[in-house]
Nanobody, 125 residues
């Protein structure tokens, strides 16, 4: 079974931190780039970050650069998103997905599949 499961969301105050996890099963992270996305109520889903399966190149949306860090532990078949200096506008359901083109992140956040169920991140005082 190909599956991605997100976890680690919660309620934090502005300026706080969370680490999200994306656990993969049914396939190996050795062969797929993994992206993080988020969707707020009434908003389109947007790409947040992506990490290649090879060379570990990383990409970030401008809105999160300098605050979020994506990483990969292939031994655990898990991708992480460390989120620091959180802002209220970061509030959303966060999803991970694998890039079906394999290996490298695309230029645009399209071509992803095997979406997880999402984990809620709420940033509020």
């Amino acid at each position: 079974q190909v599956q991605l499961v997100e976890s680690g969301g919660g309620l934090v105050q502005p300026g706080g931190s969370l680490r999200l996890s994306c656990a993969a099963s049914g396939f190996s992270l050795d062969y797929y780039a993994i992206g993080w996305f988020r969707q707020a109520p009434g908003k389109e889903r947007e790409g947040v970050s992506c990490i290649d399966s090879s060379y570990s190149r990383k990409y970030y949306a401008d809105s999160v650069k300098g605050r979020f860090t994506i990483s990969r532990d292939n031994a655990k078949n898990t991708v992480y998103l460390q989120m620091n200096s959180l802002k209220p506008e970061d509030t959303a359901v966060y999803y991970c997905a694998r890039y079906l083109g394999y290996y490298s992140c695309p230029q645009q956040p399209i071509g992803f599949g095997s979406w997880g169920q999402g984990t809620q991140v709420t940033v509020s005082s």
